[in-house]
Structures are given as C-alpha cells and as structure tokens.
C-alpha cells in the first residue's frame, strides 16, 4: 500500500521557493529604507527638492555638527552613535550606517574641524610668506565666534582624551597636531630663507612651543572665562617680534 507521507525530496521545496521569493522581495524593500534614510526636510527651508545625493550630503553635514556639539559639551567618551543621530534630527542608526563606528565618526569630526579652519585662513586677506605669516596667525588665532568656541572647545577636549590609554582618537588628533606643527614651520622656514627671522632658530621647536603656548590660552579662556584675549594677542605679537625676528 502507497505511503501517504510526502517524499522527503519533495516536502521542502515549497518553502525553499517561499523563502527564495521573500529575500527577492525584501531587497528592494531594504535598498528603500537606506535610501529612507536620508529624509527630506519637510521643514519649508526648501531640502524637499533636494536631489538624494544632496540630501546625503546634508545628512552628513548635520550629524558632523551634532557630534560637534555634544563632543565639546560633554566629551567623546560617553558619546553615543544614536544620541548623535537624534541630536542630528535622524535615525539613531544613521551614523553607524554613514560612518561605520564611533571612531570613523570622531575621524571625520577631527578633519571636519581641520578643513573649517583652513577655510577661514584662505578667506583672510593674504599675507605675504615668512614672519607676517606667523604674525598673521597669531594675531587671528584669537579671534573666535560662537561656532569657533564650540569648535575649539571639542578639539581640546579631543585633545586630552587623545592621550588616555588606549584612546581610539591618539592616531588622529596626532596627525592633526602634526600637520598643525608643519604648516607654522614652513611659515618659519621661509621667513628664515627671506632673512627676516633668526637663521639658529628651529623650525620644529619653535612651532611647537607657539602652537602649544597658544591653544594653551585658549584653554585658560574656556575655564575662566573672562581672559581678556586682545592683551594677550598683544603680548604675544611682541614676543614673536622679539624671539624670532632678525634684529636690525
């Protein structure tokens, strides 16, 4: 008598083609909701029409800027990818997505800071290569506006924590102290090569003693508060005239 059980060849086919059938179906669904999430701003500032790749571009801009803040406000420590991703107006997985883990978001927030200052220095009025150079820089080295404080106060933050054992920030708050370091020195090399500062004065030394001097004020401003900064960028004029200038 024939058995009435299904062969076991045949039995799970109809589920193989089932489950076969959802993933085909899930894809699409699955590309949308990245896509998805990237929203456009029904605020009435006009982002609606933005394209999807500008909207991405925005996305990032907006997260970059949420980390920012709560980075000078509270450090990066305790920072979390989803509190960024709220604080952005998003998802709370869209920086993860975007930026793969905390450390490729503070990457991003260290060289995003980097890149805004090299904005305004280029939005300065030119100043010629050697000692004006370096007086140029310090002389707007103090000059700072709400969003420059916001900046100046997560990079020093970065800064300390950069050197905590085991810190995931060490290698890029390093490369960005470095590369800090080498564009004064070139200010310095060349002011040497055109005869207007001393010629037994070490370029690396003395950039990193200014550059340390400097944001060290900074620092003292953030906790005290009422510095008064213009004293000190003249003072420091004048020191810069007397170390490093060529006597006359």
Same mark, same amino acid.
């Given at each position: 008598?024939?058995?009435?059980?299904?062969?076991?060849?045949?039995?799970?086919?109809?589920? !193989?083609?089932? %489950?076969?059938?959802?993933?085909?179906?899930?894809?699409?669904?699955?590309?949308?909701?990245?896509?998805?999430?990237?929203?456009?701003?029904?605020?009435? /500032?006009?982002?609606? +029409?933005?394209?999807?790749?500008? #909207? #991405? %571009?925005?996305?990032?801009?907006?997260?970059?800027?949420?980390?920012? *803040?709560?980075?000078?406000?509270?450090?990066?420590? #305790?920072?979390?990818?989803?509190?960024?991703?709220?604080?952005?107006?998003?998802?709370?997985?869209?920086?993860? @997505?975007?930026?793969?883990? !905390? *450390?490729?978001?503070?990457?991003?927030?260290?060289?995003?800071?980097?890149?805004?200052?090299?904005?305004?220095?280029?939005?300065?009025?030119? @100043?010629?290569?050697?000692?004006?150079?370096?007086?140029?820089?310090?002389?707007?080295?103090?000059?700072?506006?709400?969003? +420059?404080?916001? $900046?100046?106060?997560?990079? =020093?933050?970065?800064?300390?924590?950069?050197?905590? $054992? /085991?810190? $995931?920030?060490?290698?890029?708050?390093?490369?960005? &102290?470095?590369?800090? &370091?080498?564009?004064? $020195?070139?200010?310095?090399?060349?002011?040497?090569? =055109? *005869?207007?500062?001393?010629? /037994? &004065?070490?370029?690396?030394?003395?950039?990193?003693?200014?550059?340390?001097?400097?944001?060290?004020?900074? @620092?003292?401003?953030?906790? =005290? *508060? /009422?510095?008064?900064?213009?004293?000190? #960028?003249?003072?420091?004029?004048?020191?810069?005239?007397?170390?490093?200038?060529?006597?006359?």
């Amino acid at each position: 008598m024939p058995s009435k059980a299904s062969s076991p060849s045949t039995a799970p086919a109809p589920r !193989k083609r089932l %489950a076969r059938k959802a993933a085909a179906a899930s894809a699409p669904a699955v590309e949308a909701a990245m896509d998805e999430e990237f929203p456009a701003d029904e605020g009435g /500032d006009g982002s609606a +029409r933005l394209t999807q790749a500008e #909207r #991405r %571009a925005l996305a990032e801009r907006r997260i970059l800027d949420a980390a920012l *803040g709560l980075v000078a406000r509270r450090g990066s420590v #305790r920072m979390t990818l989803a509190e960024v991703g709220e604080a952005a107006g998003y998802s709370r997985g869209l920086p993860a @997505h975007r930026f793969g883990n !905390k *450390g490729g978001l503070l990457q991003r927030v260290v060289l995003n800071i980097g890149a805004r200052f090299e904005a305004r220095r280029l939005a300065l009025p030119q @100043h010629r290569p050697g000692l004006d150079a370096v007086r140029s820089l310090v002389s707007t080295y103090f000059v700072r506006d709400d969003t +420059r404080w916001i $900046e100046t106060r997560a990079l =020093l933050v970065m800064m300390t924590e950069g050197f905590m $054992e /085991d810190s $995931e920030l060490n290698p890029y708050i390093g490369e960005y &102290i470095r590369s800090s &370091i080498s564009r004064l $020195e070139q200010h310095i090399r060349d002011g040497i090569a =055109l *005869g207007e500062i001393r010629a /037994d &004065i070490d370029p690396t030394t003395a950039a990193t003693l200014l550059l340390g001097a400097l944001r060290g004020v900074l @620092h003292q401003r953030l906790v =005290l *508060g /009422d510095l008064r900064l213009d004293k000190v #960028r003249d003072l420091a004029m004048q020191m810069v005239d007397r170390t490093l200038a060529v006597k006359d």
